[in-house]
């Protein structure tokens, strides 16, 4: 199933301590089974986001790395499990299924970047947040896309 591609806003965010509130504010009106599918260019922000809403829940002092090498990392926090996944490495369908993505995902606050390659297989409540790079140091764009049951619960910044 492919995830809808309705624009539903748009952040203008001009520095890397608004990208850290933003994900904090997501952090904190998730659910289990969300999806976040993170697009955007290499240092566009999307490990940035997804370190600073891990660490949201799981606590400051937490190590997050990104899972460009091992490819899926998983954090426990108090209410909820967090899978954060890097597909760039990935380049067939069969080595997404080779690494078990979507069953892992079960249950879980899912953090996906460069999802490009998975599009057509996440879940259909995925939100889709494309990052932008501005033309000021630290500014980005983001536009966020998905279906209409997402627009009561996006943050207000």
């Known amino acids: 199933m492919n995830v809808p591609r309705n624009l539903l806003t748009v952040y203008s965010l001009t520095s890397e301590s ?3 509130s933003l994900a904090q504010a997501f952090a904190a009106s998730s ?4 999806c976040f599918a993170l697009k955007g260019d290499l240092g566009s922000g999307k490990t940035t986001f997804a370190r600073a809403f891990i660490r949201a829940l799981v606590g400051e002092d937490t190590a997050v ?3 460009t090498f091992t490819l899926i990392q998983d954090y426990s926090a108090p209410a909820i499990d967090i899978l954060h996944a890097d597909l760039y490495r990935l380049e067939t369908r069969e080595e997404i ?3 078990g ?3 892992q995902m079960a249950g879980k606050i899912s953090l996906i970047e460069w999802p490009e390659k998975i599009m057509s297989i996440l ?3 995925a939100l889709v ?3 932008q790079i501005g033309e000021r140091e630290n500014a980005r764009q983001l536009h966020i896309y998905g279906v209409s049951e997402w627009k009561n619960r996006l943050p207000k910044i």
């Open 65 to 67: 790395s990104s899972p």
């Open 123 to 125: 879940p259909e409540q």
């Open 18 to 20: 608004e990208t850290h």
């Open 129 to 131: 947040l494309e990052w």
């Open 101 to 103: 993505l979507i069953d």
């Open 31 to 34: 659910r289990t089974d969300d």
């Open 97 to 99: 299924d080779a690494i």
